[in-house]
């Protein structure tokens, strides 16, 4: 069974910094492109960063030039390094891989980590 299990959420004053992380089990994890994605209150959930298996990364507009997004193959992890917070980045960030079995794909989640960033 595939598990996402994300940390590093916290409290953090504008212009600070923090560093998610994001613990996958249960998938072979060098083969599969990971997502960043977050929700703010009272709006949709939105993709923040891909990172593919080859290692290319792609950003929302918004996050572009103060996020990172890395992985570990060895330890199973996918981060996001988030440079010069803002308040409106404000939101929980949740890890998101798809699974594709045959030709149907399969949506996993974390339960989320909140950022809070403070003006």
């Known amino acids: 069974q595939v598990q996402l299990v994300e940390s590093g959420g916290d409290l953090v004053q504008a212009g600070g910094s923090l560093k998610l992380s994001c613990a996958a089990s249960?998938?072979?994890?060098?083969?599969?492109?990971m997502d960043w994605y977050r929700q703010a209150p009272g709006e949709q959930r939105e993709l923040v960063a891909t990172?593919?298996?080859?290692?290319?990364?792609n950003y929302a507009d918004s996050v572009k030039g103060r996020f990172t997004m890395s992985r570990d193959n060895a330890k199973n992890t996918v981060y996001l390094q988030m440079n010069s917070l803002r308040p409106e980045d404000t939101a929980v960030y949740y890890c998101?891989?798809?699974?594709?079995?045959?030709?149907?794909?399969?949506?996993?989640w974390g339960q989320g980590t909140q950022v809070t960033v403070s003006s």
């Open positions: 990172l593919s298996s080859s290692g290319t990364t």
């Open positions: 998101h891989v798809a699974r594709v079995v045959g030709v149907v794909p399969y949506h996993y």
């Open positions: 249960g998938l072979r994890f060098s083969i599969n492109a």
